[in-house]
């Protein structure tokens, strides 16, 4: 007789980050109670128009979950104004200092490859905080 062996379905890093950026986005928001970190608008909806906005651009692994490069953002300002970057700035500058804004600036032109066990722990540490 013959055993089947069950093989567990890996999942690959773009569906992990996808699932991560779910559970962080919500994560940002929620820290930032759902205002907008360059215009100081509040959603009064507890997050529905409200996104989670980088400032260096999500398309760096290396600040892509950087709990200093995202915050919470209204449409207007993460969208429509791209991002409102010139106040964005102004205000992590204003909140962290110089030297950390820097430090970000050097983190985001890191080059970052995740590893899948990487991402769970993410998932694991955004989902009970």
């Known amino acids: ?7 567990k379905k890996v999942k690959s890093i773009s569906k992990l980050k996808k699932e991560v950026w779910t559970i ?4 940002i928001r929620n820290r930032d109670d759902y205002t907008c970190y360059t215009c100081h608008k509040k959603d009064q909806n507890r997050g529905l128009y409200m996104h ?3 400032f260096v651009s999500r398309s760096h692994n290396s600040t ?3 709990e200093m490069n995202v915050h919470a953002q209204c ?13 964005y700035a102004e205000r992590l500058i204003k909140d962290y200092g110089q ?3 820097n430090e970000l600036l ?9 590893q899948p066990s990487e ?5 694991i540490k955004y989902s009970h905080s």
Do not use: P, Q, V
Request: with cysteine; net charge positive; hydrophobic share 35%.
């Open 64 to 66: 892509l979950f950087d």
């Open 24 to 27: 962080f986005s919500k994560w």
């Open 99 to 101: 030297e950390a804004f």
């Open 1 to 7: 007789m013959k055993r089947k062996t069950i093989k």
């Open 52 to 54: 989670a906005g980088h």
């Open 106 to 114: 050097k983190r985001g032109r890191t080059i970052k490859s995740f």
């Open 75 to 87: 449409y207007y300002c993460n969208i429509r104004a791209r991002g409102n970057i010139g106040l």
């Open 119 to 123: 991402l769970e722990e993410l998932k």
